[in-house]
């Protein structure tokens, strides 16, 4: 889990994806990564500035910046 002063990211396995809610409790939807990573197993979340990163596990630790894309809305 992570936040900046506008949303809450949580994330979800399979699909690995974010689920995203404003401060208020709006669901704003949930966004699949479309990186190259997506296959392996999403352990952790955090943000620098407005990009976000995610940890994956694949048999050693991994850290990738991710893109998001609409899933669900």
């Given at each position: 889990?992570?936040?900046?002063?506008?949303?809450?990211?949580?994330?979800?396995?399979?699909?690995?994806?974010?689920?995203?809610?404003?401060?208020?409790?709006?669901?704003?939807?949930?966004y699949k990564m479309n990186d190259?990573?997506?296959?392996?197993?999403?352990?952790?979340?955090?943000?620098?500035?407005?990009?976000?990163?995610?940890?994956?596990?694949?048999?050693?630790?991994?850290?990738?910046?991710?893109?998001?894309?609409?899933?669900?809305?």
């Amino acid at each position: 889990m992570d936040s900046d002063d506008d949303y809450i990211y949580f994330l979800l396995s399979g699909p690995n994806a974010i689920s995203v809610y404003d401060w208020n409790g709006k669901h704003y939807g949930i966004y699949k990564m479309n990186d190259g990573a997506k296959k392996y197993e999403a352990e952790n979340i955090f943000h620098i500035n407005d990009d976000l990163y995610i940890g994956y596990n694949h048999g050693i630790g991994k850290v990738f910046k991710t893109n998001i894309e609409a899933l669900y809305e």
